[in-house]
């Protein structure tokens, strides 16, 4: 798939959440603020294409209904903490657009301050928080490097709800 593929998919799935959300054509006239006329950021779980799949299957069926994200991460890629109502659009590991996420609540803890709500939130694993600390700890040691991990590593919950479809 080409990159003007993507980019037509990518604004006939905006398009369609648009409407879905009550967002028509009239509102650009009428009175729509410029943020909501262009589409959203658009992202994907994970560091690869499998895992990416994978999470996104746990959003769909209901399961994950947060993320997790270090600060380093969002620092090194230049992107700003999530705010509550914004809205994102994730795409699979193939890059195709599969929902609409509205933020509900964003807090920023130390690593080693998650709690047990958030990590059975996460929906991944066995949901617990031993699980949680465990495979976060590896997934961020892979990503950031080792020497960038640390029990205090700042991160970024944020809590979201599926939207579209």
Known sequence: MGVDDRDE???QFWEAARGHLGLGKLDMVVGMQAEDA???PAWSFGDNARLADELLGL???GRKTATATSMLELEDAGDPVPRVGDLS?????AGEPRALLRTTQVE???FDEVG???AFAEGEDDRSLASWRTQHELYWR??????RF??????VQERFEVVYP
Do not use: H
């Open 142 to 147: 892979r990503v950031l490097g080792d020497d």
């Open 59 to 61: 959003v769909l069926t």
């Open 150 to 155: 640390s029990p205090r590593l700042p991160v």
């Open 9 to 11: 998919r990518m604004a």
């Open 108 to 110: 920023i803890a130390p």
């Open 116 to 118: 047990e709500d958030f």
């Open 89 to 93: 659009i994730v795409v699979d590991g």
């Open 38 to 40: 262009v589409a959203p």
